[in-house]
């Protein structure tokens, strides 16, 4: 018998059976295994006495498949006894154990079972009579030889099969690590592990081709290309890993070949049972691209693309800023300035948007060099922008001495070609702590400043109780225009104009009053310029244009045959609409045109020269009566005037109520009044109130006056009256 059945040679030569123990277990092969159910109660009742694996096989025994198990089990004892020499007979043992591992059957139960064998095999040897007493030694030893390779075939098999197991895992594992070390290897990111307690990387992931080339420093790579100023920073985020905190830090890395990247650096840190960081994870990744996105889209949401200045958003979050660290320092302010361009909207128009946005660029680059650095220059759109001095200390005085240093700087013209431009700005200031201490209430003070600034042309106002209360009246009031002229809560006052010669009345002026339900009556300076900023102006004027001529219509129907003189505001004026609509309500009303008088601004008229020249012509044509208004308060060229087909110069009452006491002023009226003459117009004083005023004007040769002297303004009934005593007086 000398085939080798197991691959273990030394076991091969202690289990070897030889040609006289093969001969005896061919012999008593039977009579070893003729008492089936002896064998198979001793195997039966070994299961049900181990322990650990009773109560299993109590349930397994009620299947009754634990004599399923005993019945293969005796099988198989048989089976060795009559096959073991059948070269086919070791594969097959193997085979079980292979099965055995592969069910995670413990070795131990396959000893165990051989152990019942043993002791059943040497019982029968030794009880039997079918045995000879000279053999039953030789057989014991045959059979134990037998019992020990066959649990050692198992056992080979049962090993095999782990073995084989295991490298199977191993080829597996080893695949799946060089995925992922080829998959660490080729992330954009440097990757690292770190082994604290042996100082030495567990892994590091390969260079990055030029763009990273290798370096491996102990325990941050690439530390030394970091610039030195921010290695500081990156070596105390590592102690703190090292602490036991994930943290991550950027910062910027010289490259050997000169350039500079942005990058992220995160520490991972890992501890043991005992709570000891023994390994930290790193990664290091570019952020340059996304820094200088970032940063790009930073710059773009906080600059005012038009001037380069901060917008808007930058502009509040620096004084939100400003007001927070002031808060906590008591003797210090933060100014807020608000300016508003003025005459912007007419270079707008008349020059175009592109000379606009020049302008506006260069006013930005005065704007700049006046301030510091400090100071946040904000523009907020159109013509507005925003100044904030943050943590000053003497507010007052240092927010004035600014906003002298913005109107300084509009005093230059501006430069476009051939055209200096003239630009002013209006200012509105409110300071914080003193006029509010949120944002949003000193921007509103500031702003309500400003508008203030801008109707009283003064260079800057500072915020003062009283100023937002007139400021939300005038908004109501704004609000209130339109259901107001559905209420008729507007009238028209008439107030004559008199011939100084003593020839009557040359015509009457409609000055409108408004009967505000809860105010009484509001003169016009206090909604005319709320109708001009709410855009209802137009409708306004169209009612005023309506009742005045319906007015001297129904003067007329009582013998009163008087023309009407209006006041045209700038804004009407210079709607290209206008004369269309004067020669519809002419028509609309049958009016002759002569009874209608158009009282304009000498501003107004100087405002667009050429535009307005070409105008008032049209209405001369038309017949209507022009008269210049408030005469005296502007620049009119001579050359101007000349032009215009104008009836009237009415001189400003301004000069008019102190003629009698200022000889500057007696000197202008009289001047004026001798110029009109010698252009061909008629002239007349404005708001004279005394008698001794109106005999001064008399004898320079004014030719009509109007006033309170003469007649206050009236409804049209009371006109009526007065005119009829007046003529009868006469
Ligand atoms: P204005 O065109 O210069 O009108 C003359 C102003 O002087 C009127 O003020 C009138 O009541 C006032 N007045 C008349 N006589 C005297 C006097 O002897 N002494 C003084 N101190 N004042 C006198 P009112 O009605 O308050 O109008 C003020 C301004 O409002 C007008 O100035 C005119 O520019 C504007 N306005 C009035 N009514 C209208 C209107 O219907 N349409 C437009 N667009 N503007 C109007
Ligand atoms: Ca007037
Ligand atoms: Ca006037």
Redesign the pocket.
Same mark, same amino acid.
């Given at each position: 018998m000398d085939q080798q059945v197991t691959s273990n040679p030394a076991l091969h030569s202690f289990t070897e059976i030889d040609a006289t123990l093969h001969i005896h277990l061919k012999r008593y092969a039977d009579a070893l295994i003729n008492d089936h159910n002896d064998c198979g109660n001793a195997i039966k009742n070994y299961f049900l006495s181990l322990l650990p694996i009773s109560s299993t096989l109590r349930i397994y025994n009620d299947n009754g498949k634990l004599d399923l198990l005993v019945t293969t089990l005796v099988g198989h004892a048989k089976k060795l006894l009559h096959e073991f020499n059948d070269p086919l007979y070791p594969h097959l043992v193997r085979e079980i154990g292979r099965v055995h591992y592969q069910h995670h059957i413990d070795p131990a139960w396959v000893i165990g079972c051989y152990r019942i064998y043993q002791k059943h095999f040497l019982t029968t040897i030794y009880h039997s009579d079918q045995i000879e007493n000279s053999d039953r030694p030789l057989l014991c030893d045959a059979v134990n030889k037998l019992l020990f390779r066959d649990m050692a075939l198992v056992l080979e098999g049962y090993w095999k099969a782990g073995e084989l197991d295991h490298s199977n895992q191993r080829t597996k594992v080893n695949e799946l690590q060089s995925q992922i070390c080829n998959l660490l290897a080729n992330l954009p990111q440097t990757i690292w592990s770190y082994d604290v307690v042996r100082e030495e990387y567990l892994y590091l992931s390969p260079a990055k081709d030029e763009t990273l080339p290798a370096n491996e420093e102990i325990p941050i790579p690439y530390f030394s290309w970091t610039k030195q100023s921010e290695q500081a920073e990156i070596h105390a985020a590592w102690q703190r890993a090292l602490h036991g905190e994930c943290i991550s830090i950027e910062s910027a890395t010289d490259l050997p070949d000169g350039s500079r990247r942005w990058y992220k650096r995160t520490f991972h840190p890992f501890a043991d049972q005992n709570n000891k960081i023994t390994r930290v994870d790193g990664v290091m990744e570019d952020i340059t691209d996304s820094r200088q996105a970032h940063k790009r889209l930073l710059h773009m949401a906080n600059t005012d693309t038009l001037t380069g200045l901060a917008n808007r958003n930058l502009w509040y979050d620096r004084a939100k800023q400003a007001l927070a660290i002031t808060s906590r320092e008591s003797e210090r302010q933060v100014a807020v300035l608000l300016l508003d361009l003025n005459r912007f909207k007419y270079i707008n128009d008349t020059l175009g948007h592109p000379v606009g946005d020049l302008i506006l660029r260069m006013v930005a680059q005065r704007l700049k060099d006046v301030l510091r650095s400090s100071d946040t220059i904000a523009r907020f759109g159109g013509d507005e922008f925003a100044v904030l001095l943050p943590s000053i200390d003497d507010g007052m005085v240092v927010a004035q001495r600014v906003a002298g240093k913005i109107q300084d700087c509009f005093q230059t013209p501006f430069k476009h070609g051939s055209h200096e431009l003239h630009l002013g700005a209006s200012i509105g200031i409110s300071l914080y702590p003193q006029d509010g201490h949120d944002l949003a209430v000193l921007m509103r003070r500031a702003d309500i400043a400003m508008y203030t600034s801008k109707r009283q042309h003064l260079p800057f106002q500072f915020h003062k109780p009283g100023l937002e209360e007139e400021y939300d009246r005038k908004l109501r009031i704004g609000g209130q225009i339109k259901e107001a002229i559905l209420n008729h809560e507007f009238q028209?006052?008439y107030?004559p104009r008199m011939r100084m010669n003593g020839n009557g009345i040359d015509g009457v002026?409609?000055? %409108?009053?408004w009967q505000h339900p809860q105010q009484g009556m509001l003169?016009? !300076?206090q909604f005319?310029p709320h109708a001009e900023q709410s855009g209802l102006?137009a409708e306004?004027?169209d009612w %005023?244009l309506r009742s005045a001529l319906q007015q001297a219509q129904d003067w007329r129907e009582l013998g009163l045959n008087i023309p009407v003189s %209006?006041? %045209?505001?700038a804004r009407?004026f210079q709607n290209q609409n206008f004369v269309a609509s004067i020669k519809h309500a002419l028509s609309n009303s049958n009016a002759p045109p002569q009874s209608l008088e158009l009282?304009i601004?000498e501003n107004t008229l100087m405002n667009h020269s050429e535009r307005s020249v070409k105008t008032v012509k049209e209405l001369a044509d038309i017949g209507v009566n022009i008269a210049i !208004? !408030?005469f005296g308060t502007g620049f009119s060229s001579l050359s101007h005037l000349k032009q215009l087909p104008v009836k009237l110069l009415?001189i !400003? $009452?301004s000069f008019i109520?102190n003629m009698t006491h200022c000889t500057r002023d007696s000197a202008v009226v009289s001047s004026v009044i001798d110029m009109g003459h010698k252009l061909g117009f008629e002239v007349s004083a404005? $708001?004279?109130?005394h008698l001794d005023t109106f005999t001064s004007l008399q004898h320079m040769g004014c030719d009509q006056a109007? $006033?309170?002297?003469i007649g206050?303004?009236m409804v049209g009934d009371q006109l009526a009256s007065w005119l009829q005593q007046q003529a009868k007086a006469c």
């Open positions: 028209l006052l107030q002026e409609a000055l %409108i009053r003169t016009p !300076d005319l102006m306004l004027s %005023i %209006i006041n %045209i505001s009407s009282e601004t !208004d !408030d009415k !400003d $009452g109520n404005e $708001g004279v109130e109007q $006033g309170y002297h206050m303004p």
